[in-house]
C-alpha cells in the first residue's frame, strides 16, 4: 500500500461522461490484482474518491482505471490530462480470486463493467461476460471484452443495442446451461441484489463487488460498512477492507 | 532541531502530535503506510463496554471543506480492545490513549475499571454520547454531569484522564471548568459539531442517521476559539482538534493555549499530514529561534 504522486501516462474518452486513464504506477501496479481499487485526490476535496483498478500491466508498471463523471470529484479528475500527477491511495481492498477451474460469469452494470474486464482478462480464455447498460449510448469497453472472453452478451433497457432487458434475463439462460458455473458481478444495488438472488435460486456461487462512501479507504475509520450474515452471525464488515468483493450469500443487501 | 517534547499530566509525548480518535482506527491499517512510532501518540477507536455495531449505511457526506460522519461508535468492546489491538499498539512506542464512551455512568465507570491493568498510557473520555438515563441529552452538555462523570470515572482510572468536550454547547468553558472540578488531569477538545446534508433529488439526508458530527478544514475557526477560550479558563493542559490539515493550523492552535494537537479528518486526504504537522512545527520553531514547542503554548498575543 502506498499514497505517492503518480503521472497519467494517456488519456482515453469512452463515451459522454466515460473516461479511463492509463497510470504509471509501477509500486502501487506490482501490488495490484482485479477488483481491488485505489482512492484518489481530487483538487482541494476533503474525501479521496475511490476508483476500481480497471487493467493491470505489470510489465510495464501501469493500470488503468474507468470512471464516470458523477459530481464534483469526478468532473475535477475528468479534466486532468496525460503528463498530469495524480495523488494516489492504494492498491486497496480485497479483489476478485477467479477460479479458474470452473465456468466463469463475469456481469458488469454500467460503470460496473470496468472492474470486471481485469476479473476477465486474468480468467482467460472460456470467461463468458453479460454487460448491461442503459442505451446504447453508455456502451463502454466491448471490444477489450471480446478480447478477452468466450463470449459476450449486451443488454439495453430501451433495446438500442444488444438484448432488450437486464443482464439477469441472459443469466438465466446461462445458468440452465452451466450450473456449475462462478458469477462475478459489479453494477448498481439493484441489479446485484436481482443477480445474487437468481444465483442463490440456481445454487451457484457468486461475489458481487460492492460500493459505499468512504472516508479512509484502508479500514480505519469505519464509515464504509457494510451488514453481512455469516455463519457465525451477523457482522459489521467494511467495504474498503473486507470488500469490495463479497460473498453474495453473506450480504445484507437491505442492511 | 528544536524540543518537540510535551509533558500531559505526567505523560511524555515525543512531540505534541496525535492523531485523532475514529479516525485512525488502533493503528495497523496507516502502519503499513508509515512509521507510526514517528507519532506523538494515537487516541484509539472509542471504545465501549461491549461490541457496537454502529449505524447503518451511508455514514459519512462530505460537505464544503468537511465531512459528516455517523459511525455510531462501531467498536469491538473494550475487552477484545485489550487482547486484540492493544498487544499491537504497545509495541508502537509512542504514547497510546484509550478513547472511551457510552450510555450511562456505569458503563464508563466500568469500561474505565477494566483497562486498570491494560498497557494504556492514558484515558481520554468521550462525553459527547447520549446518555440513555438522561433522555438521550448528551453527558456533555450541562456542567453539572459533566462534573459527576468525571468524578466517578476519575475515582477507578488508574491512568491520567482528559475529558474530550463537545462543541455543542452554549459555552464550552464552563464544561471545561466542570471537568477540572471534578478532577480532569487534562481536556482535549473538539469533538465533532452536529450537522446534516440533503440530497435535493431524493430529498433524503445523505447519511441513514439522518444527522452527523462534522469535522474537517470548515470547523477549524470554531476549533481554535474554543481552545484559546478553555486554556484561559482551565489550568489543566488542553489538547486541541477539529480541522487541523497543515502545520500552520497546528502553530496556531499551540499559540491558542494548547500543549498538543491532534488531527482526525485530515488523515483521509493526505494520511502523511501528521507527519508533515511535526516536521513544520519544528521548522517554524527553528525559524523563530524558539528552543521547546513549550515556548509557543499560548503565547498567542491578543489585542
Ligand atoms: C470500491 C469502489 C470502486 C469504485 N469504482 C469505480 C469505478 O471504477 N469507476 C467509477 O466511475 N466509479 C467507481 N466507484 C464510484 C465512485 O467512487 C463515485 O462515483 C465517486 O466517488 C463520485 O464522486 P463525485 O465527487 O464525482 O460525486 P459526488 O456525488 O459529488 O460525491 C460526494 C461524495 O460521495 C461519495 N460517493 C458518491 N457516489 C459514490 C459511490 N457510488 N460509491 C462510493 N462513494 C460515492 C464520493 O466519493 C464523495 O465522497 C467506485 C466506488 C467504490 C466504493
Ligand atoms: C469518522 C470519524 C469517527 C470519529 N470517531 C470518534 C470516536 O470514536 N470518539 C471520539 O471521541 N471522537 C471521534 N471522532 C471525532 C474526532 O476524534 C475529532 O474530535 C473530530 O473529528 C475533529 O477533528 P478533525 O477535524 O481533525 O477531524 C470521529 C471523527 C470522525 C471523522
Ligand atoms: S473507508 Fe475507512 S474503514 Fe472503509
Known amino acids: 500500500m502506498v499514497q505517492a504522486y503518480f503521472k497519467i501516462h494517456s488519456v482515453e474518452k469512452l463515451n459522454d461522461t466515460t473516461y479511463s486513464f492509463v497510470i504509471a504506477c509501477p509500486a502501487l501496479a506490482k501490488e495490484s490484482w482485479c477488483g481491488r481499487f485505489v482512492n484518489i485526490q481530487c483538487g482541494e476535496k476533503t474525501l479521496r474518491r475511490p476508483i476500481s483498478i480497471s487493467e493491470i500491466d505489470s510489465e510495464n508498471g501501469t493500470i488503468t482505471i474507468v470512471f464516470e463523471v458523477r459530481g464534483e470529484g469526478t468532473a475535477w479528475l475528468a479534466k486532468q490530462k496525460a503528463g498530469d500527477e495524480l495523488n494516489i491511495l492504494g492498491p486497496l481492498g480485497n479483489g476478485f480470486f477467479p477460479e479458474k477451474d470452473k465456468p466463469a460469469i463475469f456481469i458488469g452494470g454500467g460503470i460496473g463493467c470496468p472492474p470486471m474486464l481485469g476479473a476477465a482478462q486474468d480468467y482467460g480464455k472460456n470467461a463468458e461476460a453479460i454487460l448491461g447498460f442503459r442505451s446504447k449510448e453508455q456502451l463502454i469497453l466491448l471490444d477489450k471484452f471480446e478480447q478477452c472472453c468466450q463470449s459476450v452478451s449486451v443488454t439495453t433497457n430501451d433495446g438500442s443495442f444488444g438484448t432488450k432487458g437486464f443482464v439477469t434475463d441472459i443469466l438465466k439462460e446461462k445458468l440452465q446451461e452451466k450450473p456449475d458455473c462462478i458469477v462475478y458481478a459489479c453494477g448498481p444495488m439493484p441489479m446485484l441484489k436481482g443477480v445474487a438472488a437468481m444465483c442463490a435460486e440456481h445454487d451457484v456461487q457468486c461475489y458481487v463487488s460492492l460500493e459505499q462512501r468512504m472516508g479512509c479507504g484502508i479500514g480505519a475509520c469505519l464509515v464504509c460498512a457494510c451488514k453481512t450474515h455469516e455463519k457465525d452471525g451477523e457482522h459489521m464488515r467494511h467495504v474498503c477492507k473486507n470488500g469490495p468483493v463479497f460473498d453474495a450469500r453473506e450480504v445484507d443487501f437491505n442492511g | 532541531m528544536a524540543d518537540l517534547r510535551v509533558n500531559i499530566a505526567g505523560v511524555e509525548f515525543k512531540n505534541p502530535v496525535i492523531t485523532a480518535s475514529g479516525t485512525f482506527g488502533f493503528g ?276
Open chain 2, 28 to 303: 495497523q491499517e496507516y502502519a503499513r503506510i508509515y512509521d507510526i512510532s514517528r507519532l506523538g501518540g494515537i487516541s484509539c477507536k472509542g471504545t465501549t463496554l461491549h461490541e457496537r455495531p454502529g449505524n447503518p449505511s451511508p455514514r459519512i457526506a462530505e460537505t464544503p471543506s468537511g465531512i459528516l460522519n455517523s459511525v455510531g461508535l462501531q467498536n469491538p468492546g473494550v475487552d477484545a480492545f485489550i487482547r486484540d489491538d492493544l498487544p499491537f499498539l504497545k509495541k508502537q512506542n509512542t504514547v497510546i490513549i484509550a478513547n472511551i464512551a457510552g450510555s450511562q455512568i456505569e458503563d464508563y465507570v466500568e469500561t474505565v475499571r477494566r483497562l486498570q491493568d491494560a498497557d494504556v498510557d492514558m484515558i481520554e473520555l468521550n462525553i459527547s454520547c447520549p446518555n440513555v438515563k438522561e433522555g438521550g441529552v448528551s453527558f456533555g452538555t450541562s456542567a453539572k454531569s459533566v462534573e459527576n462523570i468525571t468524578k466517578q470515572v476519575k475515582a477507578v482510572a488508574k491512568q491520567p484522564l482528559m475529558i474530550k468536550l463537545t462543541p455543542n454547547v452554549t459555552d464550552i468553558t464552563e464544561t471545561a471548568a466542570a471537568a477540572e472540578a471534578g478532577g480532569a488531569d487534562a481536556v482535549s477538545l473538539i469533538n465533532t459539531l452536529t450537522g446534516m446534508k440533503i440530497d435535493i433529488n431524493t430529498r433524503r439526508p445523505i447519511l441513514k442517521n439522518n444527522t452527523g458530527g462534522m469535522s474537517g478544514a470548515a470547523v477549524f475557526p470554531v476549533a481554535l476559539r474554543m481552545v484559546w477560550q478553555v486554556a484561559n479558563r482551565v489550568k489543566i493542559p488542553v489538547v486541541g482538534m477539529g480541522g487541523i490539515t497543515k502545520w500552520q493550523d497546528a502553530v496556531e492552535m499551540l499559540l491558542a493555549g494548547a500543549t498538543a494537537v491532534q488531527i482526525g479528518t485530515a488523515n483521509f486526504t493526505d494520511a502523511y499530514t501528521p507527519l508533515k504537522v511535526i516536521a513544520g512545527i519544528n521548522d517554524y520553531l527553528d525559524e523563530h529561534g524558539e528552543k521547546s514547542v513549550l515556548d509557543i503554548v499560548g503565547k498567542v498575543q491578543v489585542w
